[in-house]
T-cell receptor, first 113, second 115 residues
Framework: KAGVTQTPRYLIKTRGQQVTLSCSPISGHRSVSWYQQTPGQGLQFLFEYFSETQRNKGNFPGRFSGRQFSNSRSEMNVSTLELGDSALYLC????????????FGPGTRLLVL | GENVEQHPSTLSVQEGDSAVIKCTYSDSASNYFPWYKQELGKRPQLIIDIRSNVGEKKDQRIAVTLNKTAKHFSLHITETQPEDSAVYFCAASGESGGSNYKLTFGKGTLLTVNP
């Protein structure tokens, strides 16, 4: 089976812009979780989608949003970008929602200037 | 919510030695504890996981132990090799309300295996 894929792999944006990141889960997986990884804060949970519904949300401002499509692909959007949004954004997929094994994608490296 | 503490933050060992990384968690309702290895520039890869109905799990040179009473779990790597050098993350799956669960990660341990 193909692994989790994410596009784009790298992005450079300026403050105030918005960005959309995409994640395609492993075939058959219906849950997609998103994480922000930074050197200072480590891996922080953003949100989880399962069967097109947001099941869970972390402690991030409303500028961070997401959605999931009927084929389980997911997108996350960050509006009004700030310098502090520079990070590696990782998505992970699992078969079901809950205490399931999660498999990570390669991430999207976002740099905000 | 769940809080996961991981120690040490850096660990340097000689090839062939053992390495131990320890994590504590706060939510007694957590039942799932995975460990991930992340090499530089790569995605986190699951290396082993354990559920609360098991006290120890082993996979070749890697083992994980869980003490639910004390709320801590540890990763043990024996006969370390240079290719074991990476950042290791522990995580705990805790309930975040309404029967929803989320993974909370430790800050990571940079393991360096010196040849």
């Amino acid at each position: 089976k193909a692994g989790v894929t994410q596009t784009p792999r790298y992005l450079i944006k300026t403050r105030g812009q918005q960005v959309t990141l995409s994640c395609s889960p492993i075939s058959g997986h219906r849950s997609v979780s998103w994480y922000q990884q930074t050197p200072g804060q480590g891996l922080q949970f953003l949100f989880e989608y399962f069967s097109e519904t947001q099941r869970n949300k972390g402690n991030f401002p409303g500028r961070f949003s997401g959605r999931q499509f009927s084929n389980s692909r997911s997108e996350m959007n960050v509006s009004t970008l700030e310098l502090g949004d520079s990070a590696l954004y990782l998505c992970a997929s699992s078969f079901f929602s809950g205490e399931e094994t999660q498999y990570f994608g390669p991430g999207t490296r976002l740099l905000v200037l | 919510g769940e809080n996961v503490e991981q120690h040490p933050s850096t660990l340097s060992v000689q090839e062939g030695d053992s390495a131990v990384i320890k994590c504590t968690y706060s939510d007694s309702a957590s039942n799932y504890f995975p460990w991930y290895k992340q090499e530089l520039g790569k995605r986190p890869q699951l290396i082993i996981d354990i559920r609360s109905n098991v006290g120890e799990k082993k996979d070749q040179r890697i083992a994980v132990t869980l003490n639910k009473t004390a709320k801590h779990f540890s990763l043990h790597i024996t006969e370390t090799q240079p290719e074991d050098s990476a950042v290791y993350f522990c995580a705990a799956s805790g309930e975040s309300g309404g029967s929803n669960y989320k993974l909370t990660f430790g800050k990571g341990t940079l393991l360096t295996v010196n040849p």
